[in-house]
């Protein structure tokens, strides 16, 4: 009797200890709506979830590393340089007289065959020469920022084409106040009518990648062999993974979300930063850890790194709401980072004794 | 006297080191050869270069009395000899089926093109495989976190058999175990052994070879000392091979 009551307790511990990010969405959803108006609405969604583009896809980056064991510090400047590259490219290109379509597609397409290669250098590094994670990407942090400040020469990249904007800024669907509907293209209305649009496009774009690679880990040998990887490397190694190949594609696809990132920000803000992701580092981590992976390897989800990912962007977006500067979210985040690892402790042993 | 495998003047050296002196061994299908000998005797390099991990400087390995070249563990799965090293290379984080198919996962087509994951055809045939062994665990989808030490060791074996081990070569099989669980394990292995599989064990525990083995070969500083019928022998005279003859003379 006394075990079954024990065991009931820890199942309970346990299922608090995996649903407690949602308990803190739903604080901080009445936290910020009581503290502002209209918080709770479907523009404010939508603006978290614009806003967050980044932040959900520098999460999944960092997921697929953190499975294996790894840690990737290099996501924001990779961002960094992606905006660069693509912002760039786009320049170059429209000076050489190409369509703006034909201008956004291949510098896109460019931009993430280019991004991979940082991840491919840090995947080498790790796999290869057993480089520890956190000096490889750390040094490529430094490398991919080096070279962004050296391609913009100290001025951001000018003359984007336009069509860039309007993805980045576009919405799928415009509703407006007569009940008329049109998709992708804002409506012509009375100057100062209201027009609703649903859906961010850059944020659908960013969730079609996420879904994929949701359905790669999920679903695919190569998506178990990471969770093996990352559970016990050595086993891995004499089942016949091929561990260097994969660990070297899981910095690719680490490195891939990070110019992903980069993309989304060079169309929503139509320009390219080296340091437009600086601060973006932690929210990746943060968003995974709070998403209950564990920094040791081993487990890890795409769908709870979102809600990790989803508790930055509320916060983030909230804050912004409430006219507080940067650094209170650098803050706030860095304390729920630290909260988050101290209930994964708290409940590591009711979580395995649920298996 | 017919070896399913054979080991022909193997040596293996380190440097200014001969981990194993020109070693000539073999085991039986359906036989268990227990493999003594003390820390630093050459036993763990003498399964290494069997199963893969090291290549022999000189010397043959024979499968079925054909010479077989073993360039790395996948070579040696490939040949039908499998090893359960006394750490049992299971991913702690993966469910019981997961570790039985590690590296080698049942997919299907999703979508007519992707292969993914079939975990129902895994489940399935894990199940036959653990019954066949008479093996209990509850829950295949059970992490192997949850499980106990001798249903690791029963996974870990389960998951040799399944993939058709002709040789299964076992490092220290029942050293983490209580008394209980040992037992079974030994059970285990005389089932394998019932079943025609040939079974070379490392063990540092007299009675477990004096249980389960056929023969025994001692290994002393890099080179074979002895080999006797267990029914030939006693724990004192084994004892006496270890450690050396000339202590025995005293």
Redesign the interface.
Known sequence: MNTLTANGKKALLAKLGSRWVLVFIVLELVFFSLSTTGFLSIDTAQMILFYGTEVFLLGTAELFVIITGGIDLSVGFVMGFATVIASKLMATFVNLGLSPLESVLASSILTLLIGLLPGLMNGWLVARLKVPAFIATFSMLGITRGFSELLLAGSPAKNLPALAGNIGNGYLLFITKRGGISFFNRPEVPRGEYVWAIVPVIVVLGFVFIAVFAFILN???FG??I??I???K???E????NVRRDLIKVYMISSLFASLAGLAYTFKYITGKADAGSGMLLNGIAAVVIGGASMNG??GSVWRTVLGCLVIAILETGLRIMNLQTFTTYIVIGFILIMAVIVDQLFLNSK??E? | MSYLLETKNITKRFGGLTAVDQVSMGVEAGEVVALLGDNGAGKSTLIKLISGVYKPDEGEILLNGKRIEIESPIDALAQGIETIYQDLALAENLNVYSNIFLGREKTRKAFGIIDVLNHAVMAEESRKVLDRLDIHIPSLKSTIRTLSGGQRQAVAISRSIYWDAKVLIMDEPTAALGIAEQKKVLNLVKSLKNQGIAIIIISHQMYDVFEVADRIIVMRRGVKAGEVLVKDTTPDEVVGLIVGSETVKK
């Open positions: 679903r695919t040998k178990q062999h969770y093996a990352g559970g016990n050595e086993a891995a004499r089942a016949g993974i081993g487990s395995r004794a298996g």
